[in-house]
Each structure stands twice: as structure tokens, then as C-alpha cells.
């Protein structure tokens, strides 16, 4: 557990977790914390027991915002994306009048990269940072809305230039991906949405309009992650397509190759009878003939393919 004295951005470590129940004179206290952490600020700052069982008990939560006598309880999801699988990972966070706490089962980027964005901004009150760390998480989907975009591109090239069974798979586990994380973007904007309209003794009424800002790209996000949906499904239709047409083509390549031999076929079955008395049977050039007749009417049954472009 880290304590830090927030005062305009700069941050100063607390080593005494019981100074913090007391207001400082200026800024606040944010408190980082871990899940094991929460059996020694419960007590102290009175957080709820249904939210503390949510930490505790719930690896995956669904974004959600409860309002309690002394304090928020917030739930929003980070976002990771290795290329391969969509992590969300929850990040608790308890809203208090002089302190923030946030609580991780593991370790979640924005929370370090939000401490230039604090010094930068000069942030000097907890319901400030509450917004610039949900404007941070937000602003991480758009760049793991990127990285989709892009996998996606590549699997349409790749499955146009040569289509492999593996693309499917592929296919199925992305497209699987992102409509479950189209099902978790309704609630997180529902929450921003939230601290954006309705009035919160906790939040100051000037953030109104930074958090409906932040609620605007939240409601792009959910219409990117949509397009991105229809494209998987697009994406499914010309893997689809790739296969039925190669298919095509390697049945028309068999099916070339079985009617060019059909009438070599039948010269062969024709000199293959045994009779005595038959044309040209024990003339001494009839077997070099016989080849090459065969083989003047395969090359030309193949040029005649060819030009008609059945080949």
C-alpha cells in the first residue's frame, strides 16, 4: 500500500496511514492499495462492506457506480490487448471527501501513468483525479481500438493473399472478443454518464463538463467497437468466400486434368484390345504414332482451355 499527499499535482509519501483520516490543509490523500490492504481501510474509513465484498470476491466486475453516506464506491475497467486476447482488468476505487483510494487485483498502467498527468494539471482535489484517471482509462480503448484495426487489416490481406485454416480460428476468437467487450462498454458508459448528470455532493459541478466529454468518447468507443463487430463478420463471410473459391478452382484444375485424359483414355483403351487383325497393329511406327497423337491432343485440348480461361 502506497499513501501519497496530492497537493497541486506534486506528491509527497505519508508513512502513517491514520493521518490520513484527517483533512490536510491542502490537497488530499491518495491511498493505492492492494486487495489485502482493504481489511485495514475498512474500519478506518468506514467503506461499505458490499463494496469491500466486490473487491474481494469478484475478479471480473461489471462497471458500476454506488453512492454511500461518506463516500463513492466506482468500478470502471482498464483495458490490455496482447494481439492475440482482450484483458480487462477492474480498478475500485473509493471517492471520500479529502481522499481517493483505488484498489487493483493486479497491476494497472493508467495508475502510473497518471502521475505526470496530476503535476501537469495541478490536481488538488480527489474528485479531479477521479476524472483524469476515468479519462485515462477511456482514452486507452481508443488506442487498443487501434491495435484491432490494424490486427484486423492484417487478417484481411493475409486472407486474401493466402487463406489458411488457422485465419478461422483467428477469426472466431477476435470476433468472440469483442462482443464481449461491447457487453462491458454499456455499463462503463452508464457510469460516466452518471458522474456527467447527476448531481453528486462529491464531485464538483464545474467537472460536469470534463466528464461529459469524457462521456463522448465513451459513446465513440462503443460505436467503433460495433463497426469493428460488422467487420469481423465481414471478415468471416470472405474467409468463407477465399475457401469456396479455391475450392472451385481445384476442382476445375481436376476436372481440366480428367477431360484431357478422357480421350487419351479411349486411343488407349482402343489399342490396349487384344484382336489379331487390327489397323496398323504390326506396322513398326504405329506405337510412336499412337504416342504422338496422344500427345498433339492433350496440348491441344490444353491451349484450348487455356484460351477459353477454364485455366
Known sequence: MKIRLVNAGVFTSVDDL?????????GFYWIDADLEDLAALQPLFSLHDLAVEDCLTEEEQRP???IYESHYFIVVNSIRFDDEEIFLRALNIFLGRHFIITVTRQKIHELRAIKPLLWEEEVNSPDRFLYVLIDLVTDNYFTVGDRIEVR????????LMHTKKSHLNEIVGLRSEILWLKRV?????DVIHTLNKKDLRLIDDQLQKYFSDTYENAVKISEIFETYRDLMGNLREAYQSSIAIRANETMSIFTVITTIFMPLTVITGIYGMNFDFMPELHWKYSYFIV???????GFGMYYLFRKKEWL
Open 18 to 26: 491514520e493521518t490520513t483520516l484527517t483533512p490536510p490543509a491542502e
Open 64 to 66: 458500476k457506480i454506488e
Open 291 to 297: 504416342l504422338a497423337v496422344m500427345v498433339a491432343v
Open 152 to 159: 484486423i487489416e492484417q487478417l484481411e490481406e493475409d486472407i
Open 185 to 189: 462498454l454499456g455499463p462503463q458508459r
